[in-house]
T-cell receptor, first 109, second 117 residues
Framework: GQNIDQPTEMTATEGAIVQINCTYQ??????LFWYQQHAGEAPTFLSY??LDGLEEKGRFSSFLSRSKGYSYLLLKELQMKDSASYLC??????????WGAGTKLIIKP | GAVVSQHPSWVICKSGTSVKIECRSL??????MFWYRQFPKQSLMLMAT?????????EQGVEKDKFLINHASLTLSTLTVTSAHPEDSSFYIC?????????????FGPGTRLTVL
């Protein structure tokens, strides 16, 4: 079956760095997405990885290792507004998005 | 980025009534739109894939007669929850894929919170 695992919840301090991991087992692979979702709102796109390596976009970076079925989202210089759920999603061979359950990130002052 | 609107943003209805939710892609054409449902503290659950001009593809366990989907144009898809019951209360979110986008990503509407009394 298809499966995506990510931690349920993480806590970090304002100004620090946090890494959210995602491991996946899917039928085929056509890219991995990270989305941010604030409570009561729809998800917003953060990053996309289809090749191995690190993609950097401002304070956020995303890494992919296809051989390991592994990705992480790295958030630097954490701000209170970064408190949200972070969703990992893999696009399978049918270009269908398979969603992880999301990681709730709590930022403390 | 591409913009997707959804209407209404929230609705309260009586049990047994039907509710229609609209999803529009405002600045791009979307041959494919997706409908999700999300319960509190849970992840997105794909309900169906809506294709312009053809029947929607429903995920296993989703009743097609209860959740009617119509994708009448390249910019509009509607979800009608028929004979709604309290267990249908949820956050419904649509998304559209912009094939002209850089990453083929899905853009999400703001969601519709449905409460059935």
């Amino acid at each position: 079956g298809q499966n995506i695992d990510q931690p349920t919840e993480m806590t970090a301090t304002e100004g620090a760095i946090v890494q959210i991991n995602c491991t996946y087992q899917t039928s085929g692979f056509n890219g991995l997405f990270w989305y941010q979702q604030h409570a009561g709102e729809a998800p917003t796109f953060l990053s996309y990885n289809v090749l191995d390596g690190l993609e950097e976009k401002g304070r956020f970076s995303s890494f992919l290792s296809r051989s390991k079925g592994y990705s992480y989202l790295l958030l630097k210089e954490l701000q209170m507004k970064d408190s949200a759920s972070y969703l990992c999603a893999v696009q399978d061979s049918n270009y269908q998005l398979i969603w992880g359950a999301g990681t709730k990130l709590i930022i403390k002052p | 980025g591409a913009v997707v609107s959804q209407h209404p943003s929230w609705v309260i209805c009586k049990s047994g009534t039907s509710v229609k939710i609209e999803c529009r892609s405002l600045d791009f054409q979307a041959t494919t739109m997706f409908w999700y449902r999300q319960f509190p503290k849970q992840s997105l659950m794909l309900m169906a894939t809506s294709n312009e001009g053809s029947k929607a593809t429903y995920e296993q366990g989703v009743e097609k007669d209860k959740f009617l989907i119509n994708h009448a144009s390249l910019t509009l898809s509607t979800l009608t929850v028929t004979s709604a019951h309290p267990e249908d209360s949820s956050f419904y979110i649509c998304s559209a894929r912009d094939l002209a986008g850089d990453y083929n990503e899905q853009f999400f509407g703001p969601g519709t919170r449905l409460t059935v009394l």
